[in-house]
Every structure is written in C-alpha cells, then in structure tokens.
T-cell receptor, first 115, second 110 residues
Framework: EAEVAQSPRYKITEKSQAVAFWCDPI?????LYWYRQILGQGPELLVQ????????DSQLPKDRFSAERLKGVDSTLKIQPAELGDSAMYLC?????????????FGPGTRLTVL | EDQVTQSPEALRLQEGESSSLNCSYT??????LFWYRQDPGKGPEFLFT???AGEEKEKERLKATLTKKESFLHITAPKPEDSATYLC???????????FGTGTSLTVIP
C-alpha cells in the first residue's frame, strides 16, 4: 500500500540552529501539505503545494520557515533559526488533487524538539 | 469563522461499552467532513469522508454520520485496540484549508 514518507522521524536541535524535514508523497498525488501539530491540538496547515506551486502559505511564519517542492514530487520544509516554540510534530500529507473531494493521507511525522 | 469543535476531549470506556464522539462544525459551504484516527507519536490515519447530511459510513466497529451541523462517530462494542485520538476535519468548498478539531482521546479499558 502506498504511503507518505517523512524523514527524519525525530529531530533534537538547539535554538538558533537550522533544521530541515523531508517528505515524499504518495506517487501521483499532485497536492502536498505541511502541517504543524502541537501536543493535544489538531494539525494546523503551514503550506500547501499544487505540483511545484505554492497554493497557500498564509500560516507559514516566513521570517524563519521556508518550503519548496522543486520538481513537484518530494518536498523540504526548513526552519532557520529554530525557536523553543517550534517544538511540535511536523506532518506531511498528500491528496490526489485539491480541486476534487479527496481525503488527505498523512505521513508518520517528524517530532521536533528545540532545546 | 470556519471552525470545528470536538467533544468530549477525553473518553474512557469499558471494553464493550458503546458510545459516540461528537464533531460540530461551522464551516461555510461544507465540501466534506473527514474523520481520522491518530495513535500516539504517529500521523493521522484516514477513516471516513462524509459529503452530505444524512450520509453514513461504517468500518468494523465504527460508524460515522453527518447532519447539517455536526457529525458523530459511533463506536460499537469497543476493544482496547480502538484506543486512540479521533480527529475530525471540515473542508469548505472555497479555499484549500482543512479545519481540524482538537480531537477526542479515547481509552478503552479491558
């Protein structure tokens, strides 16, 4: 069964350092999402891609966060510099097409701890 | 404002004790209502999509229903392996957002 892949699964870093997360969506899925989930809360959308284009990054803290999906397949989310408040689970999801009534499928997530 | 609210926050059931989880939404022009299961330290696992009021979907011990204002996830004769956090999300028919609730943490005691 096709799955969304993410790496690393866990990341511990010190504040002011740079971190990067990688996501490989389900093959053929045009839409890719990055979410942040704080413990005890639901996922919150950071950025959405349709192929290689950003569709929605209104909730992305652009002073420190960046995301790219250069070839419209896998994607990287970067934080520079990391702050204590960035500690959370970072989830990647994909769906076939944002214009269809399609569910999103999630990867296992990257647990970030900022010390 | 588009919003999804889940209740209760936490639920403890004895094995075999049926119950329901609630998801109320104020999402303009609801395109779809989605239910996910999330185990600790893992990503959400897709369960159901509901598109219109009156729709019902079932999977093993779970049944999801949708009205014009809320959705219910009914759990019949739960087992300990059903313990997880259950998330619902609403998607409006304009824009790209999924609005997630904060989830219901379900614990089923043997």
């Amino acid at each position: 069964e096709a799955e969304v892949a993410q790496s690393p699964r866990y990341k511990i870093t010190e504040k002011s350092q740079a971190v990067a997360f990688w996501c490989d969506p389900i093959s053929g899925h045009a839409t890719l999402y990055w979410y942040r989930q704080i413990l005890g809360q639901g996922p919150e959308l950071l950025v959405q891609f349709q192929d290689e284009s950003v569709v929605d990054d209104s909730q992305l803290p652009k002073d420190r966060f960046s995301a790219e999906r250069l070839k419209g397949v896998d994607s990287t989310l970067k934080i520079q510099p990391a702050e204590l408040g960035d500690s959370a689970m970072y989830l990647c999801a994909s769906s076939q097409d944002r214009l269809s009534y399609n569910e999103q499928f999630f990867g296992p997530g990257t647990r970030l701890t900022v010390l | 404002e588009d919003q999804v609210t889940q209740s209760p926050e936490a639920l403890r059931l004895q094995e075999g004790e049926s119950s329901s989880l609630n998801c109320s939404y104020t999402v303009s022009g609801l395109r779809g209502l989605f239910w996910y299961r999330q185990d600790p330290g893992k990503g959400p696992e897709f369960l159901f999509t509901l598109y219109s009021a009156g729709e019902e979907k079932e999977k093993e011990r779970l049944k999801a229903t949708l009205t014009k204002k809320e959705s219910f996830l009914h759990i019949t004769a739960p087992k300990p392996e059903d313990s997880a956090t259950y998330l619902c999300a609403g998607a409006p028919n304009t824009g790209n957002q999924f609005y997630f609730g904060t989830g219901t943490s379900l614990t089923v005691i043997p």
